[in-house]
């Protein structure tokens, strides 16, 4: 494809998206548009937005929003608006709530299905459906997919990748490519002529697509990461080319929804929700009905047999760093602010993550505010984006801190590097929901192996991804969550204590040290010789590495 007639692919189907939005929920694509303006103009127009999207004080279409986003599944169902764009939006939501109808659980093992399949070549062919990718998105997620790719690539494995269909169109990237190519990794895009209204006929497209691109490249296996939409097309597209699939769980998105709510009231009632219990169970679904299953860690892995999955069909492959960070020597903390040219107190703290609610990022904020006003002489820097950042500019004005706050927002990625070694020590400071206390993050590992001390709520996902993969001690200082008082504690004491520091720098890069690509990667070799019933032997599997 030309990259005229490229363009012109791409100018039809967002000109179909965007007719269709404004034909449905014309609020709902201004909040989108903007969520996309500049941070500064963002953090002042997004919040009115959200409410007059989000409370129900937008007509019949609003409190249907409202009821959705409160998880009440019931009064979507019941309702019967009068007006064309409240029928619109009733109609869009159901739509929404018929993707998350049971499928059936039961494993694919058909002996026609069976028969299909061949042995897997050495090195085994790969083919990754994913939900967004670099270069459009940078996240945890992305960057994750993105060492596994490369990691598998470099050794040997045939890997292709797709990511959800529309992406990343969707997300506003009008000059996407077919396929974007980074570090060598091509993410090729599957972009339908249009976007049809009936979210049953989108999942269609997405299923024929995928299929299509399991055709051409006739890969082994195909691996597939939560949420459930793009599992559900991997699953549809694997059966109907007769291929095995892995099913790499890498969140609970309903505990992740739950947590997204504003107040630990509506957090516990999201839990109780219908819409809480169709993801659930959806997510749980696809799990049993994967050929195998990869998870991120040992709470997740127990939570996914408390929900019935055998615990000899998951393989838990941790969240790694590339080799090469451990190698390279990280400018000190000082140098790195010089080179990103920030002006700050003398020490400096923070994170780099998304600026989400359940990461508890306001802890950093007051905890800053409370060292200050004790006479420690500390900024804070939090980089990254997010729905928490208009409220944690807002936070640090109220703190009296701003001028000692620092919000770059989304960085490209090899600054956000630098950016985590020009802090003193990072802090973790995740809010205690479910999602936090079973999900690990990556950006604990990120800085152990940049080299600098890490302070963590204690949770178990967070305890689990700082200590040896053994089960030592923790390499982190651990802090109960929401603890100010504790937290506050911690950071001062930590600041103050260049003897603690350099210890759990030291520990920190051990613990680091096991968790690289280089050495996990070979993890995902068992979970396709399970998928596809080849057991590895000592000699294929070298063969495979």
């Not at 699953?235 to 095995?244: D, F, K, Q, S, T």
């Not at 000899?312 to 790694?320: E, F, H, K, L, Q």
Request: hydrophobic letters at 45%; a positive charge; aromatic letters at 4%.
């Amino acid at each position: 494809m030309t990259r005229v007639s490229e363009l012109a692919h791409n100018v039809r189907f967002t000109a179909s998206y965007v007719v269709h939005a404004l034909a449905t929920d014309p609020a709902w694509l201004v909040l989108q548009a903007s969520r996309r303006l500049p941070a500064r103009v963002s953090a002042v127009v997004v919040p009115g937005v959200e409410r007059l999207v989000g409370d129900g004080t937008g007509g019949a279409a609003g409190r249907l929003r409202a009821a959705w986003a409160a998880g009440d599944v019931t009064t979507v169902r019941d309702a019967a608006p009068r007006g064309r764009t409240g029928r619109r939006v009733r109609a869009a939501l159901l739509g929404q709530v018929a993707t998350l109808e049971p499928t059936g659980t039961d494993r694919p093992t058909s002996p026609d299905r069976s028969a299909r399949r061949a042995a897997p070549s050495a090195p085994v062919a790969v083919h990754h459906h994913l939900t967004n990718s670099l270069p459009h998105t940078q996240s945890g997620y992305t960057l994750r997919s993105h060492a596994i790719l490369t990691a598998q690539r470099a050794a040997g494995h045939r890997v292709t990748a797709t990511t959800r269909v529309g992406y990343p169109l969707t997300i506003g990237a009008l000059g996407a490519r077919r396929t974007d190519v980074v570090d060598g990794v091509g993410y090729a895009r599957l972009v339908p002529r249009s976007l049809p209204a009936d979210h049953a006929r989108r999942a269609e497209d997405g299923t024929a697509l995928l299929a299509a691109e399991l055709e051409r490249h006739r890969p082994d296996v195909v691996h597939a990461t939560t949420p459930w939409t793009t599992g559900a097309a991997a699953r549809a597209a694997a059966e109907r080319a007769g291929l095995p699939w892995v099913y790499e769980v890498r969140g609970l998105p309903e505990e992740t929804w739950a947590a997204s709510h504003a107040t630990a009231a509506a957090r516990e009632a999201a839990t109780r929700s219908e819409r809480y219990a169709l993801v659930r169970a959806k997510e749980t679904e696809l799990a049993l009905a994967a050929d195998h299953v990869v998870t991120l860690s040992a709470t997740m892995r127990d939570e996914l047999v408390g929900r019935g999955v055998p615990a000899g069909r998951i393989t838990v492959v941790p969240n790694a760093v590339d080799s090469a960070l451990l190698d390279a020597t990280a400018p000190t903390p000082a140098e790195a602010r010089a080179a990103l040219g920030l002006r700050t107190a003398p020490q400096v703290v923070g994170t780099v993550s998304s600026l989400v609610g359940y990461e508890g990022l306001d802890t950093i904020l007051r905890t800053v505010a409370t060292l200050r006003d004790g006479g420690t002489d500390v900024s804070a820097l939090v980089v990254g984006d997010g729905v928490a950042r208009p409220g944690l500019l807002r936070l640090a004005a109220e703190l009296g801190i701003a001028e000692h706050v620092h919000l770059p927002g989304r960085v490209p990625r090899d600054v956000a590097r630098t950016y985590l070694a020009a802090l003193d020590v990072v802090l973790v400071p995740r809010r205690p929901d479910r999602v936090t206390g079973l999900v690990t993050p990556l950006k604990p590992v990120e800085a152990m192996a940049t080299g600098r001390p890490v302070v963590a709520s204690d949770l178990p996902a967070l305890r689990e991804v700082c200590s040896p993969l053994d089960g030592g001690a923790p390499a982190a200082l651990l802090v109960p969550a929401d603890d100010q008082v504790a937290w506050v504690d911690a950071v001062g004491g930590l600041l103050g204590d260049a003897a603690r520091q350099e210890a759990l720098v030291a520990a920190g890069r051990d613990v680091a040290a096991e968790r690289t690509w280089s050495r996990l990667v070979a993890r995902y070799d068992d979970a396709y010789a399970a998928a596809t019933g080849t057991p590895l032997t000592d000699e294929n599997r070298k063969d495979r590495r």
